[in-house]
């Protein structure tokens, strides 16, 4: 386009401005500490883990906090610390897998259900519906029963349980925009349909979509340290928050540190990426900027 | 308090959003049983000081100076609970856009009904008060008004139903924020004549908030003109009008389109009021080029919208619901004519236009554009014809893709049409721009950077981009300042000479396109009523909807 240059400059200041306005408030700048650490320790965990997580040294099992082990060491005598840095790695893979999938089906889908006949768009609404009025819990116990345990399961899952909640927000903001004057203004001028979708429309829905995504991450990261914890996740000796959780939870009347050390940045990381889509959306509302 | 003291007794005000001062140290006084006119182009702080009076500033206001007394009582000292006691009782305010006003699922009657919920009468009793504040507002079929829905109203009846909802209190003061100005010109001639009937009525003093100078000549005791958020001019509406003693006043009342008697090539605007010429009807009918054939010629046009019937509807052999906006409408335009159609919102005028383009499907009937019909041809044959006619939207800012800069926006059709080849998109961007008047720097705004008037030149310049034959132009000066509005019309103007082009202008404002339209053509109720030249239509109108609105539009004053 026009001024490719100033484009991108401006657009880097947007975002600049944003992540200011985020670090403006304590919650917001906590949240986006916490955050960045997450995927952070999500990327280096293999290299800044300063024990193997699946190394038994049984001698050494269930000590405390020391020195040698920052996070004590679990029934095997395996590094507390250790397990929960690769834990967050299982976690972090997991959340931007499966979100960004159910994301592009559910944006694809949402357009289509949005700009095709009546019929299409009602049978896919049914669908979407169906899918959304089963229990989570129930739906993963069932495949899981049918397919096993492993972390393709749990994205599956998460995939499936999701995306009809990202289409039908698409396709409402979509039918909104349908009708709008600049939509109208295009199709007058003989703009072709995918131009329109792709560069009317996708910019100004994805921002809604962006911020729901946000706040589903922490969905992702409970249903596997969940289905973990029940042993039906993540397949021990592969550490997860879950997997730590559950070894953790036999000894909780001696050894609470187990529980604590995984319970902690669980209930933290669920609570920044909900207090981050929060702010982003209070910072982007069109509505609520002056 | 005494009765000789003004009701509101406004002293030195300032009011500041952070740096901003929207009004400057503003004294101004209301009289008991006065009707004051406050006018005042968007932005001069007339709404501010409306809103100060009811204590509804926003939270980023600040009162910086001054005081403001109601009734003998300090309103910049009152608390909320204040505010509760005096607010709707003694003060009441009737909003823009009565559609909005009302709750859309509650009945009248329960809406009026609620409102007085602190008195201690039974329910029997307030739908007796309700009912006959219906009547004191004119409303036919008072009683049977109660059970409807606001929906089933118009817009001129639930305006009505606004207005009876607040002076059942019999309040001391009711302002009125520009509330005609969501309505056609025929409903707005009503509420003014209601208004001052009221005034009369029930003896409550009246502040007119508005920019439209008619409506305050006819309703108004007194006014108030603001600018930039100081007070030009005060006095009574017979001394202000007749000799306005400050420039500003002047200009603004010698720049209002129906002011003008003559018909004008170029309206004179704020900055240049020696910009007024007379139209010349040599040239006019050298531009048009009636020998040939018509442009766009538009024969027995039907548009009708139906309703999806559903599963349940379909079985149970439910008849379709049908809608025929548009009903047998035919129409010419000829090279380089401009012309203008006029009609009431809901008219079907709109719907016209969007079925030229296709963005409707016609029913039956044909459009014929430069020799073909658009009716019968393909989606892909219908490309090459939008490149040689351009449609501009209602709203100016609304049209605009709103995370698109303006010199992208404007260059659209040369990339949907794939003319952008070999062209530098950004020149050709600020050769557009400068062609209607916008300094080169627009091309990086983005439209909710600009103002009314300046995203409507944006508007034409994308129009003007594929230098079509035809420009269809939908309210083209609707929301706009007057001084705003005759610079867009000088501009179509202008573009219409040089570039000769047919014009076909969508409005409700007959002031306006009188200047500019060489014929007028009358839409009522989805049909083509009258057709002729602008002069015949406005001398000698034939059909009873065009006498209706001639009346409603044209002050008699001025010899129309």
């Known amino acids: 386009m026009i001024a490719q240059g100033t484009n991108k400059q401006t657009r880097l200041t947007r975002v600049r401005n944003v992540i200011r306005k985020l670090c403006s408030t304590p919650l917001g700048l906590i949240s986006v500490i916490v955050v960045t650490a997450f995927f952070v320790v999500g990327i280096t965990a293999d290299w800044i883990a300063p024990y193997d997580p699946i190394k038994l040294d049984i001698p050494a099992k269930l000590q405390g906090p020391t020195a040698a082990h920052w996070l004590g060491t679990d029934q095997v005598g395996r590094d507390v610390f250790s397990r929960l840095l690769v834990g967050t790695k299982i976690a972090s893979y997991l959340a931007v897998t499966a979100v960004s999938i159910a994301l592009t089906i559910g944006i694809f889908l949402g357009m289509i259900a949005a700009f095709t006949s009546r019929w299409v768009d009602w049978s896919m609404l049914l669908i979407f519906d169906t899918v959304r009025s089963f229990p989570i819990i129930m739906f993963a116990l069932t495949v899981i029963a049918l397919f096993g345990p492993s972390v393709n399961t749990i994205i599956g899952i998460v995939v499936i349980s999701t995306f009809p909640s990202y289409a039908r927000l698409v396709r409402t903001q979509v039918l909104s925009l349908r009708n709008a004057e600049y939509i109208e203004a295009q199709r007058a001028m003989g703009a072709s349909l995918p131009r329109i979708l792709m560069r009317h429309i996708f910019p100004n829905v994805i921002g809604p979509v962006m911020i729901v995504a946000s706040m589903d991450i922490p969905l992702v990261i409970g249903v596997e340290a969940g289905l973990s914890f029940l042993g039906l996740g993540v397949r021990p000796p592969t550490p997860s928050w879950g997997t730590i959780l559950n070894d953790g939870f036999s000894f909780i009347r001696n050894t609470p540190w187990i529980v604590v050390s995984a319970g902690l940045p669980l209930i933290l990381t669920t609570v920044a990426f909900t207090t981050l889509g929060e702010k982003l959306r209070d910072i982007l509302d069109p509505k609520l900027r002056r | ?560």
């Open chain 2, 1 to 560: 308090m005494t009765e000789h003291t003004p009701l509101v007794e406004i002293n030195d005000l300032a009011i500041k959003f952070g740096a901003h001062t929207a009004v400057k140290n503003v004294t101004m006084d209301i009289g008991r049983g006065r009707i004051m006119g406050l006018v005042g182009e968007s932005g001069s702080g007339k709404s501010t000081i409306a809103n100060a009076i009811i204590g509804l500033l926003p939270h980023a206001a600040q009162i910086s100076n001054g005081s403001l007394r109601f009734d003998g009582r300090d309103l910049l000292s009152f608390t909320a609970q204040d505010w509760g006691k005096i607010r709707g009782k003694d003060i009441a305010y009737v909003s823009q856009d009565p559609m909005s006003a009302l709750n859309p699922v509650l009945r009248i009657g329960e809406q009026m009904l609620d409102i007085q919920h602190l008195s201690d009468q039974s329910n029997t009793e307030k739908l007796a008060n309700a009912s006959a504040a219906l009547e004191q507002v004119r409303m036919p079929q008072a009683q049977a008004r109660l059970s409807m829905y606001p929906h089933e109203l118009s817009g001129g009846q639930k305006q009505r139903v606004c207005i009876a909802m607040v002076i059942m209190a019999r309040p001391k003061l009711l302002i009125t924020d520009e509330a005609t100005t969501a309505l056609d010109a025929t409903l707005e001639v009503e509420i003014v004549r209601l208004l001052k009937e009221l005034q009369t009525d029930i003896g409550c003093t009246m502040l007119f908030v508005t920019h439209h100078l008619t409506v305050v000549e006819e309703l108004c005791d007194d006014v108030t003109v603001m600018y930039q958020g100081d007070i030009k001019e005060c006095g009574t509406v017979a001394d202000v009008f007749s000799n306005p003693s400050d420039t500003y006043t002047r200009n603004l009342l010698s720049c209002d389109p129906s002011r003008i008697e003559e018909k004008c090539r170029r309206l004179p605007i704020m900055s240049n009021l020696g910009l007024k010429e007379l139209a010349d009807p040599e040239t006019d009918r050298n531009r048009i080029n009636n020998t040939s054939r018509p442009l766009l010629s538009v024969r027995h046009l039907d548009v009708t919208f139906r309703k999806p019937r559903s599963l349940i509807d379909i079985l149970t052999g439910k008849p379709e619901q049908r809608v025929e906006a548009v009903k047998a409408a035919s129409l010419d335009i000829a090279p380089g004519e401009t012309v203008a159609l006029i009609g009431e919102s809901g008219s079907g005028k709109s719907t016209l236009a969007r079925a030229v383009f296709r963005l409707v499907p016609s029913e039956k009937g044909e459009i014929d554009f430069d020799g073909t019909d658009l009716l019968s041809i393909t989606n892909a044959e219908m490309r090459p014809f939008r490149n040689e006619m351009s449609l501009m939207m209602q709203d100016p800012i609304g049209s605009l893709s709103p995370r698109m800069r303006v010199g992208t926006s404007v260059i659209e059709p040369l990339i949907v049409s794939g003319k952008a080849s070999g062209l530098n998109l950004r020149d050709e961007a600020i050769r557009l721009l400068e062609l209607v008047g916008l300094s080169a720097d627009f091309v990086d705004r983005y439209p909710h950077e600009m103002s009314g008037g300046q995203a409507r030149r944006v508007g034409v310049a994308r129009a003007l981009a594929l230098r079509p034959k035809m420009i269809i132009a939908d309210e083209p000066t609707a929301g706009l300042d007057v001084s705003i509005q005759g610079e867009i019309f000088n501009l179509l103007a202008e573009l219409r000479e040089s570039m000769s082009l047919s014009i076909l202008i969508i409005t409700h404002n007959l002031h306006v396109v009188r200047h500019l339209a060489d014929r007028i053509v009358i839409m009522y109720h989805g049909e083509i009523v009258e057709t002729g030249t602008t002069e015949n239509v406005i001398r000698a109108p034939k059909h009873a909807y065009t006498k209706v609105l001639l009346e409603a539009n044209l002050h008699a004053k001025y010899g129309v």
